[in-house]
């Protein structure tokens, strides 16, 4: 079956550093990947997305994130990581079953410490 | 501004009563989607829709009701048989693969 993992259940950074946060998916083929932050108490924001070509692909806040089909990863990193940035992080996919189904992983919380 | 609302922000209900959450989209979408959200769980697919006067069934759709009866809405009503209705719920819409989230409402039911 499909899925996503997302090893890193609650992560804490120093404010400046740099920042990965990890997703595996399980799937048959490529599917399209996305990579959602949600502020406390509010929806869903898009960050970025892959859907074919460039296998690194650049989003918004300064965020980006590489595909590696080889090890069925879409990992979201950011050079260096502002107070702002704390919230929680969902990677999703969309498989190809008659419409566009998202599945999201359990998400990882990022904290960031002054 | 183009965008997904949501309403009420927060909903108190007593156990046994039915609730409606509305969703109302102006991006002109034609899918609109429903999911619960548990602490640890990510988000659940409740039911979706991709045209008017047509929905499906998601992965946990036992206990709620949904209609569509104009494309910018697609309200929710979370029934009396759903054992464990206390939850954060998102709407969504979409013209493909990617989905625009409203800001949700937190159902608590006692």
């Known amino acids: 079956a499909q899925s996503v993992t997302q090893p890193d259940i609650h992560i804490t950074v120093s404010e400046g550093a740099s920042l990965e946060l990890r997703c595996n998916y399980s799937?048959?083929?490529?599917?399209?990947l996305f990579w959602y932050v949600q502020s406390p108490g509010q929806g869903l924001q898009l960050l970025l997305k892959?859907?074919?070509?460039?296998?690194l692909v650049q989003g918004i806040k300064g965020f980006e994130a590489e595909f590696k089909r080889s090890q069925s990863s879409f990992n979201l990193r950011k050079p260096s990581v502002h107070w702002s940035d704390a919230a929680e992080y969902f990677c999703?996919?969309?498989?190809?079953?008659?419409?566009?189904?998202?599945?999201f992983g359990a998400g990882t919380r990022l904290a960031v410490h002054p | 501004d183009g965008g997904i609302t949501q309403s009420p922000k927060y909903l108190f209900r007593k156990e046994g009563q039915n609730v409606t959450l509305s969703c109302e989209q102006n991006?002109?979408?034609?899918?609109m989607y429903w999911y619960r959200q548990d602490p640890g769980q990510g988000l659940r697919l409740i039911y979706y829709?991709?045209?008017?006067?047509?929905?499906q069934k998601g992965d946990i759709a036992e206990g709620y009701s949904v209609s569509r009866e104009k494309k910018e809405s697609f309200p929710l009503t979370v029934t009396s048989a759903q054992k464990n209705p206390t939850a954060f719920y998102l709407c969504?819409?979409?013209?493909?693969?990617?989905?625009?989230f409203g800001p949700g409402t937190r159902l608590t039911v006692t």
């Open positions: 969504a819409s979409s013209t493909g693969s990617e989905q625009y």
């Open positions: 799937y048959g083929a490529t599917p399209y």
């Open positions: 892959y859907f074919s070509g460039d296998t």
């Open positions: 999703a996919i969309i498989f190809s079953g008659g419409y566009n189904k998202l599945i």
């Open positions: 991006l002109n979408h034609d899918a």
């Open positions: 829709s991709q045209i008017v006067n047509d929905f």
